[in-house]
């Protein structure tokens, strides 16, 4: 069973933190790359 909402919600927001010097960085950036294309593609 759903029980409704009183009041329109604001969408759920993510956050990352991570270092910069990390062995993981190229998997960030390509993680970021992927992000931002798949932002600009919903705002079209």
Do not use: C, D, T, Y
């Not at 329109?8 to 970021?32: D, F, H, T």
């Amino acid at each position: 069973m759903r029980i409704p909402l009183p009041l329109p919600s604001e969408p759920r927001r993510i956050g990352v933190a991570w270092s910069r010097s990390s062995v993981r960085i190229r998997l960030v950036n390509v993680l970021l790359e992927e992000a931002r294309a798949a932002l600009n593609e919903r705002q079209r």
